[in-house]
């Protein structure tokens, strides 16, 4: 083969490997979390509150964000990823919206590192959490507040809250969430103010 041969041969190969590096290569996902939502400070006892790792429904259980549901088929776009677990982000921003409404109390996650005894445990249970068709964002949820010492259930709720004319995509997604987070606080909050 001549040296003109060896040049084009090279030439194409290392043009082909260039195009495929290009076309291979995938952006960086793009990260979003849940934040507090401002709620009302409600008059409360002294207690410490923990709030215990929330259970999800399993397609929810992803790093990747589930954007809508439509019929049977789920939305969920692998370059937008939630910033932590999504058990670990309800359970961490729960904690501070409780935070603000108890103020009279100490509310800490059941995950942290902290290891105080609670006179109240918050468990959550995530059956839907996610937006709609129709626009509207919506949390479904079984919520159990129980007393520690005793392991009684001092209150329990199956809850539905929604959002809507939700604008589509993940910022607007993640924010209706924080929303409805603050609200699922507002009831346990008021739940534990009645102890």
Known sequence: MNSACNRAVAFTVSGILGICATAC????????????????????????????????????????????????????DSQVRWGEPLADMIGRVLSQDLTQRLPASSVFSGDGAIGADADVRVEVNVQQFDAENDGSVRLVADVAIVQRSSHSTLAAHSVSYHVNGVQPGPAALASAMSLLLGDLADQVGADIARI
């Open 25 to 76: 290569s995938s952006p960086e996902p793009i990260y979003y979390d849940l934040q507090a939502a401002p709620g009302r400070a409600l008059a409360s006892p002294r207690l410490a509150v923990e709030v215990v790792r929330p259970g999800l429904a399993g397609y929810l259980d992803r790093s990747a964000i589930v954007l809508k549901q439509s019929g049977y088929k789920l939305d969920v």
